[in-house]
């Protein structure tokens, strides 16, 4: 099911999807255009498809202060994976229950957290825990790394990320020594680009293996993070991750667990993807060696996302003109050929000031980008309320 209608997915223009004019007037490109009306309206419909779990917003996903402002309503938390997201997310919201993830916590930014009132910590190493025992009372999920095969993850979150079950032991024994440690129940974010039927098996197993484990553990009424890690699918801008057979599929297996479980997961990506874009205009066109380039204004320092996945990055070319599609290679300004939006993409015919909205660029786009490569200026930022 989509969730949203067309407006979600353009921007709240009309049926061209191009932004006002009058949003943009005098603006100059390149410019990331944020839609924070849709983003309300699309993370409100995530949140009621969810039902009783609850919902945290991965900050590292976006953590523009207007779009943190923008999903404060319609969230349960804010999942913040450093000392300085933490300090940026408290400062816009102040009163949002945070949550504390990521490897590699120093002691200072634990004793931040504590500082904080940050709501969960989530312990990634046995050694993380004794650091944490040290600085005071805390409230801990630990975060797993279980053996579960996840086949079409796009990413696999193995390797550094959490415990196995051998060091889980370890903390929840070092945990009940410790009274100040309260320890609540556990994390799991495994993998990610997963859709909801795969997400909902993962799901399963983690709490099959988990609930055990806790009420062993003497830990009664368990919380278990399923994570983030929904699906956006870059070549079809028209798809939504299916929340509402996620949310039904995590109710039912909600009611098969014991009472007071609560369920909780932390997507970032699949909320914040669909209502940014980047505008930029074009520089040149040429033709080398039979590939046209169409050189735009601004670059992957700006969108690195194409980069980073190594894929084209959905757009539209605002205004344009008639005469036949042809195939063509849309770059940066960048000394670079990894300077690539997309590639041998069909495009109408393209002159230098035309303007092409990069869609899909909430996300993972200029908060991931390498700003100060070339030293060009930066984008400019419009917010549709
Ligand atoms: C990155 C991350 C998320 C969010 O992942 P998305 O793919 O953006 O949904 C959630 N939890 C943890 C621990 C993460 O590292």
Redesign the pocket.
């Known amino acids: 099911m989509a969730l949203d209608d067309a407006r979600d997915l353009t921007g709240r223009t009309g049926p061209t999807g191009l932004p006002d004019p009058t949003d943009l007037a005098g603006a100059s490109y390149p410019a990331y255009v944020y839609d924070l009306a849709g983003l309300a309206r699309h993370a409100t419909a995530i949140r009621s498809a969810l039902g009783g779990t609850e919902l ?1 917003y ?1 900050a ?2 976006n953590p523009d202060a207007e779009i943190l402002r923008a999903l404060a309503p319609c969230v349960d938390g804010v ?1 913040v ?1 450093s000392g300085g997201e933490m300090a940026h997310v408290r400062k816009a919201l102040p009163d949002v229950p945070l949550a504390f ?2 490897p590699g916590k120093t002691d200072e930014e634990l004793a931040r957290a504590l500082a904080l009132g940050v709501h969960r910590i ?1 312990v990634e190493s046995p050694g993380e825990l004794t650091r944490l025992q040290h600085l005071g009372p805390a409230e801990v999920l630990l ?1 797993a790394n279980l053996p579960i095969d996840v086949p079409g993850a796009v ?1 696999t ?1 193995s390797g550094p ?1 959490g415990m196995d079950e051998h060091a889980l032991d370890e903390c929840a024994r070092r945990i009940a020594s410790a009274p100040h440690i309260t320890l609540w129940g556990i ?1 799991a ?1 495994l993998a ?2 997963l859709d909801a039927p795969a997400l909902l098996d993962v799901a399963g197993r983690i709490t099959a293996w988990a609930l055990p484990w806790l009420e062993a553990r003497g830990v009664t009424e368990p919380e278990i ?1 399923l ?4 699906a ?1 699918d870059y070549t079809d801008p028209t798809a939504r991750f299916d929340w509402a057979a996620y949310g039904a599929g995590l109710s039912a297996l909600s009611a098969t667990l014991p009472p007071g479980t609560r369920l909780r997961v ?6 914040t993807a669909y209502h940014g874009r980047y505008v930029t205009d074009v520089l040149d066109v040429k033709s080398t060696r039979g590939e046209t380039y169409v050189i735009l204004r601004g670059g992957t320092h700006h969108l690195r996302t194409p980069a980073a996945k190594g894929h084209d990055q959905p757009f539209e070319v605002l205004a344009p003109r008639s005469g036949p599609a042809a195939k063509a290679t849309l770059v940066g300004q960048l000394c670079t050929p990894k300077d690539v939006f997309a590639r041998d993409v069909p495009v109408p015919p393209l002159e230098p000031g035309d303007v092409i909205a990069f869609t899909m660029a909430g ?2 786009a200029w908060n991931i980008s390498h700003h100060d490569f070339l030293m060009h200026p930066r984008p400019a930022f419009h917010y549709l309320r």
């Open positions: 945290l991965a590292k996903a999942e994976s993830g990521g989530h975060r990413l979150m990320f994390h974010h990610s680009g993070n994570g983030g890690g929904m956006v932390e997507p970032g990506r699949a909320v996300a993972y």
